[in-house]
């Protein structure tokens, strides 16, 4: 029996990917959500949507629906369980911290108190290091902020690419 702590992150990182894809949680259609997004990586052929329900100033509830490879999938998987019950500005602290991890603009290492929620989503660091991964990793969390922000339709081409612009005001 070995720890997960010890476990090769790569190995991690893989099981965490398979299982959200397998039980992605948060996976279905709001009714009559009060923020919604599509969000589209035409080059992976990733195409989701996120809607949410804002409640008393936080996430009461979230889903996410669409076509999408495992990576794309499981990380709005952890996206949902992250963010709800956060605040919109919680929410969208939580998509600059994980884009920067992702993109490798700053390590998860960097963040001497990481945000609460991150730790869980470190296993998505090494995803820096596979360039053509990276948009699928980060579409959910472009498409929350879409919605967050009332943009009905993101995607990860031209100059919405994260990678090559910085989001929002970083």
């Known amino acids: 029996y070995e720890s997960t702590m010890s476990a090769d992150p790569k190995a991690l990182y893989q099981e965490v990917i398979l299982d959200h894809n397998k039980k992605p949680h948060n996976y279905g259609t709001l009714a009559h959500p009060s923020h919604q997004a599509e969000g589209l990586n035409p080059l992976c052929g990733d195409h989701i949507f996120v809607a949410l ?7 009461e509830s979230i889903d996410f629906h669409g076509e999408s ?3 794309c999938k499981a990380s709005a998987s952890m996206m949902t369980m992250a963010v709800k019950g956060k605040t919109p ?7 600059h911290a994980f884009v920067d991890m992702a993109t490798g603009r700053a390590p998860p290492e960097d963040h001497a108190e990481p945000l609460p929620g991150m730790a869980r989503l ?12 990276v948009k699928c990793a980060i579409l959910p969390w472009h498409t929350l902020q879409a919605a967050l ?3 009905t339709r ?17």
């Open 53 to 59: 329900n804002l409640g008393g100033n936080a996430i």
């Open 69 to 71: 490879c495992a990576i």
């Open 89 to 95: 500005v919680q929410a969208e602290q939580l998509v």
């Open 122 to 133: 470190a296993v998505f660091s090494g995803i820096r290091d596979l360039p053509m991964r």
């Open 149 to 151: 922000n009332s943009q």
């Open 154 to 170: 993101t995607s990860t081409e031209a100059q919405n690419d994260p990678m090559a612009t910085p989001m929002g005001d970083a």
